[in-house]
T-cell receptor, first 114, second 118 residues
Framework: GQQLNQSPQSMFIQEGEDVSMNCTSS?????WLWYKQDPGEGPVLLIA?????ELTSNGRLTAQFGITRKDSFLNISASIPSDVGIYFC??????????????FGKGTLLTVNP | GAVVSQHPSRVICKSGTSVKIECRSL??????MFWYRQFPKQSLMLMAT?????????EQGVEKDKFLINHASLTLSTLTVTSAHPEDSSFYIC??????????????FGPGTRLTVL
């Protein structure tokens, strides 16, 4: 199925550093979602974006919905060891015809060295 | 709020047997639930969309007779892997769409079920 281009694939950073990851798509979405997945667990919603240009924060996390509706980024500031995990972006078309399906990026594996 | 549970969390079965996985939305009603499969170090791949009271919609390449989905109530969907084989071993994750919260239309995920077929 269709997938988003998510980059980088993996990141190794020192505790306290800022992190940035992004997703791009050839298709327009009207919702962008960012999830974090720990090993052996389901994804947990971090931030949901519903309008082009929207900038939303959740604690140390900030995400933006690109103005073209084809991209989004997620920033994590002052990383801590518990930020370790896989981060997924997901795009959604909010229409009945699409059945509200999510299209996922391939994930960004984040490792934080204490 | 917006809690989704799955049962069982892990299951090991013999080849040829059937396995049922339950997905429940605990504090909201979900007219639509989704079933995903995730192989190691890969992203989530949508298998099917489950609508309460109607037949599931399967993604291309997913065998509907092998992966039976039932969505009998607004809080419960089940996935049955019939005649399981080792290649069906995977991490199965469900999500539920929460329509009630104003201004949102977000999917919340269950904790996943690890299926191992011997």
């Amino acid at each position: 199925g269709q997938q988003l281009n998510q980059s980088p694939q993996s990141m190794f950073i020192q505790e306290g550093e800022d992190v940035s990851m992004n997703c791009t798509s050839s298709s327009i979405f009207n919702t962008w979602l960012w999830y974090k997945q720990d090993p052996g667990e389901g994804p947990v919603l971090l931030i949901a974006l519903y309008k082009a240009g929207e900038l939303t924060s959740n604690g140390r996390l900030t995400a933006q919905f690109g103005i073209t509706r084809k991209d989004s980024f997620l920033n994590i500031s002052a990383s801590i060891p518990s930020d370790v995990g896989i981060y997924f972006c997901a795009g959604q078309l909010r229409s009945g015809g699409s059945n509200y399906k999510l299209t996922f990026g391939k994930g960004t594996l984040l490792t934080v060295n204490p | 709020g917006a809690v989704v549970s799955q049962h069982p969390s892990r299951v090991i079965c013999k080849s040829g047997t059937s396995v049922k996985i339950e997905c429940r939305s605990l504090d909201f009603q979900a007219t639509t639930m989704f079933w995903y499969r995730q192989f190691p170090k890969q992203s989530l791949m949508l298998m099917a969309t489950s609508n309460e009271g109607s037949k599931a919609t399967y993604e291309q390449g997913v065998e509907k007779d092998k992966f039976l989905i039932n969505h009998a109530s607004l809080t419960l969907s089940t996935l049955t892997v019939t005649s399981a084989h080792p290649e069906d071993s995977s991490f199965y994750i469900c999500s539920a769409r929460d329509l009630v919260r104003p201004g949102t239309d977000t999917q919340y995920f269950g904790p996943g079920t690890r299926l191992t077929v011997l």
